[in-house]
C-alpha cells in the first residue's frame, strides 16, 4: 500500500459522503472483484453484495458517517476491537469492508477475518500495491457502464412501448410489450380487482392473490390513496400503479426480479395506458385519445386534426422543477395530473424540460384550460392554439419558461402578437424578418431574441440560456456587427422584435 493511499483520510476525519440517493444502479461486488488489476481477494463473508458508495475512513467507529451500502476502505489504523467494528459496520449497513495490507497491518487479522464471517460482512484483501483511489475509479467506471445500460435499456422499452401504443389494439399491445420488458405479468385491474386486460406468464395463486390486495391499495377510490406500492411475496416482486383519468384503474405487476429502471418503464406504460384504458369512453372520445397519442408519437398535427374535432384549442406548457431535479415519468405524471391532463412528455432526456399538453377547459369547444402555478415547478405557457399550430406553441412555451426561470416566476404565458403586428400581412412579416435577420445564425438569433425580451439585462439572458454573461455580451457583440446597427437605439430594438417574432 503506497503511502498517499494508506490513509485517504486523516485518522479521526472521515471523508465527505454524499448527501442523496445513489446516481446510478448499484454494482454487484463481484463485478469489482472481477478486475484482475486490482487484485482484490474476498477472504471472508458471503460472495453476493452490492455496492453504493465507495468510502475511505480510519476512524474507530466510522458508523455516524456511513449511509449504508458503502464499500469501506480501511487500513485498520485505529482497530483494537475487530468484533465491535464489524458489528457496528453491519448495523450501520454497510455492504463490504476493504482493508488494505502495509504498512499498518503485515496481513489481514484473524480476528477481523472471524468477526466478518461471523456477521455475514464480506471482507476483500487489498494488497499493498493497489491505492484506495484506484478502487474507487473502478467503482464509479463499473457505476457510469451500469447507468449507460439502464439509459440504453430504458429507450429501448420506450421505443416498443410506443409502438405497441400506436397498433389498433394499444391497450394489450402495451400490457404485452411491458410483460415481455420487465419479464414477468402485466395486469390492468378495476378498483374492485376486476382483471380487464393482462399480459404474460400468470404468478401462483397466492402471489396473484397478494398483486390484487396490492391493487386496491393505490386503487383510488378514497381520498389520500398512494400513487403507486410495492411489495415481496414468496420471492416475487409486486407494483401496483394508479392510473389518471379518474376510472379507478391499476396498472399490476408480478416480476422475478426488480431491476434497475423498471420503475422508469413502468412510469412510461402508466402514462400511455392513462390515456388509452379508460373503459367508459365512447367512440369519439377513443379516436380522440387516439389522434393525441399519434400526435405525441410523432404524427403530423394535420393528420390527426379531423379525428380530434372541434374541441381546441390547445395549451403546451413547458415546466422544469424549481430545485433543479431531473423529473422522472411519475414526477412528470404528478404535474400532468394536477394541470388536469395526462398528456405529458417527460422522457427527453437528461436537463430538458417537461412538456405537457392542456386541452379545452370546462368551456369546451371554445376555451383551452389554462395553466396555474405549481409548487415546485418553475412554468413556461404558450396562449391557446389550434391543434395544427402547435409546433409553434411549443417554441413559445419553451421561450416562456426560459422567462419565468430568468425572472424567477412561477409561471409565464407568451400571448399572441397582436396590436399593430396584426396590421400586417404574415407572409410580408415573415419576409422581412428573413431579409433581416439573414446574417444571424440560428444561435445568434436565439440569444438576441432572449436579449431583446429581457430588456437587454445581460445576466437575466445568461441564466435563461445557460450560459456566462461574457458569452451574452460577445453574441450581442456580434449580433449587432452582423446586423450593422446599433443595438442600444430602441427604434432598432424594436424593429429587430418584430422580425424575431415572425420566426
Known sequence: ???PSMPN????????TPPTGPPTPPIPLAELLAR???GLRRIAGPADADLLW???SEMADPYPYLL???LLLSAGVLLTDPDHYVGRLVEAGAAALGFGVRPVHETVPRALIEACDRYGLPLLEVPPETPFTTIARAVWRLMAEARHRELRRVTRAQQALATAAARPDPVPAVLHQLAT????????LTARGQEVHAAGRRPDPEAAGALTRLARVVARERPGSPSSATDIHGGTHLSAYALGGGEGLVLALATRQRESGDHTVAGIAVVLLSLLAAPHQGADAAGRSAALVRMLLGASPAEVAPLLGPTGPWTVVHARRT???PADALTAGALGASLGTALVDAERGAGEAVRVLLGPGPE???IAARPTPRPGWTLGASAPTAVTALAAADAVAARALAHARATRAPLTVDAPTGGLAALVPPEQAAAHARALLAPLTAPLADTLRCWLSLHGSWDRTAVALGVHRNTVRQRIGRCGELLAVDLDDMDVRTELWFALRQT
Open 68 to 70: 449504508g451500502g458503502e
Open 181 to 188: 420488458q420487465l419479464g414477468g405479468r402485466a395486469v390492468l
Open 36 to 38: 484482475e488489476e486490482l
Open 9 to 16: 483520510s486523516s485518522a479521526g476525519a472521515p471523508q465527505p
Open 323 to 325: 430545485d433543479g431535479a
Open 54 to 56: 465507495v468510502h475511505t
Open 364 to 366: 369546451a369547444d371554445r
Open 1 to 3: 500500500m503506497d503511502e
